[in-house]
């Protein structure tokens, strides 16, 4: 058992206390009180610097002995049971009742974890940003307009907020590609982390790849197609836990809980945002490649708008609840974002924003279901029979919340997608995925060393 001697310790501790009541109430036991005092208070002393059996300083044994010794003389003195099983089951309420609190202050702190912004990636947005408006040259700097127009162009799209995570996402992917100089990467930001990201790539480039960097807030009219004001504030790509019962799996095992990553607001406006461009591959932040994606620009996608993987655990029958109002095959599959082929042309014929607008217009009256997970049903239906699968070998999902991932499954996929809660920049990332994502990292930035940021 792991740390044995701490868990024997606090044993003794508990049936100390359990018997000090009763023993103190006898006569002629003071001396004997007062040295099951003392053990008590010497036990909960070495516990409060004590978490490991490590920790535990040299002298414990003789503690531990000690204390034993006076239990058995403890339990030999004639004392009422009834005292000392009302004085166990106090403890064990008192003992019951921290549990229950120290359980709820974990999974809020782990929520509030995994939902916060770290220290030190703050920190370095505050110093790009700071360091932006301190030089002059960056400001001078001209794209290359053809460039980012050209359809002959590997163009791929991030929306993120987030300066490390995109920047591990382009150079995982440039450093993968056999043409660097084909690639053109727009991101898409806020006006919060706008010049953040825009001092960024101005400092670091990758290899002969191309990454324009856009304020998605400044598209005053960002579609003919939308009139919902919250379009115009940056919405990345939306996850959602689900649980479901997995019959492939022994009893025990059977309930699983997954992430559904689907398209934010933000992805609906592509065809406005990139007006000159037919096919885009949209990458979410916390995806890295390891592979070439270049024959994504030959596939054929049959005529479907979006290409994507499949997450068939999941049928848009079991999210009856929200989509109740719409008809849809309940028996579809659902499909992930995370590495996506876009068909823009095919999108604008299909007037697909207008479509989503009009569902998403239909829910919000909807006062019962909150709104967040109102654009999940949403987000999947908007592409009802227009979806081409994706071989699932593009995509390894999952790093980010399931511990049981073959490095087999890792290695032969051509992307890695970190959805769910425990992303690998976090200090709560799964350490064993870590590794991947950390070889793309920028190593040696300035800013990076003196946030702290390894």
């Not at 018997?19 to 053990?39: D, G, M, V």
């Not at 670091?204 to 009139?227: P, R």
């Not at 992930?336 to 007037?351: A, F, I, M, Q």
Request: hydrophobic share 35%.
């Amino acid at each position: 058992m792991k740390d044995f001697i701490v868990k024997r310790l606090k044993d003794q501790l508990f049936v100390a206390r359990a018997h000090y009541p009763s023993i103190a109430k006898l006569k002629n036991q003071e001396a004997f009180t007062r040295e099951l005092k003392q053990n008590i208070q010497d036990i909960e002393r070495m516990l409060s610097d004590t978490i490991a059996d490590a920790d535990l300083p040299p002298f414990f044994a003789k503690k531990l002995e000690k204390m034993e010794r006076t239990i058995e003389r403890a339990k030999s003195c004639e004392v009422s049971c009834t005292n000392v099983e009302r004085k166990l089951r106090q403890l064990l309420d008192i003992t019951e009742d921290e549990a229950y609190f120290h359980t709820r202050q974990s999974a809020f702190l782990y929520h509030l974890g995994v939902q916060t912004m770290p220290k030190t990636h703050h920190c370095l947005n505050m110093r790009l940003t700071v360091e932006y408006f301190k030089s002059t040259s960056i400001r001078t700097v001209q794209s290359n307009k053809q460039k980012l127009e050209d359809p002959t162009f590997h163009h791929y799209v991030i929306f993120s907020k987030n300066v490390l995570a995109v920047s591990t996402t382009i150079n995982s992917t440039v450093m993968n590609s056999k043409d660097s100089g084909s690639i053109v990467f727009h991101l898409f930001t806020d006006s919060q982390n706008f010049y953040a990201m825009k001092h960024w790539f101005y400092r670091n480039t990758y290899l002969e790849a191309t990454v324009h960097v856009t304020n998605i807030e400044d598209h005053q009219k960002l579609s003919k197609d939308v009139d919902s004001h919250d379009m115009k504030l940056l919405w990345p790509a939306e996850e959602f836990r689900v649980t479901f019962r997995n019959h492939s799996q022994s009893f025990q095992k059977q309930m699983k809980t997954d992430y559904i990553s689907t398209f934010g607001h933000s992805h609906f406006l592509l065809p406005d945002l990139l007006p000159s461009l037919n096919r885009v591959v949209v990458l979410d932040d916390d995806l890295i490649v390891q592979r070439d994606l270049s024959s994504l620009w030959n596939l054929n996608m049959e005529g479907k708008v979006m290409g994507a993987i499949q997450f068939c655990e999941v049928r848009l029958g079991q999210l009856k609840a929200y989509t109740e109002e719409h008809n849809f095959d309940t028996n579809s599959c659902v499909w992930l974002s995370g590495l996506n082929v876009v068909e823009l042309e095919k999108w604008r014929e299909l007037h697909i924003t207008s479509r989503y607008d009009q569902l998403l217009q239909k829910v919000q009256n909807d006062s019962v279901t909150a709104f967040p997970l109102k654009v999940l049903p949403v987000s999947l239906l908007v592409f009802q029979d227009l979806m081409y699968p994706l071989e699932d070998s593009w995509v390894q999902s999952g790093l980010a919340h399931d511990y049981g991932i073959s490095q087999t499954d890792i290695r032969k996929s051509a992307a890695l997608h970190y959805n769910g809660v425990m992303k690998p920049w976090l200090d709560l990332g799964i350490h064993d995925y870590k590794g991947y994502w950390k070889k793309y990292m920028t190593n040696g930035e300035r800013f990076m060393i003196d946030c702290n940021i390894h």
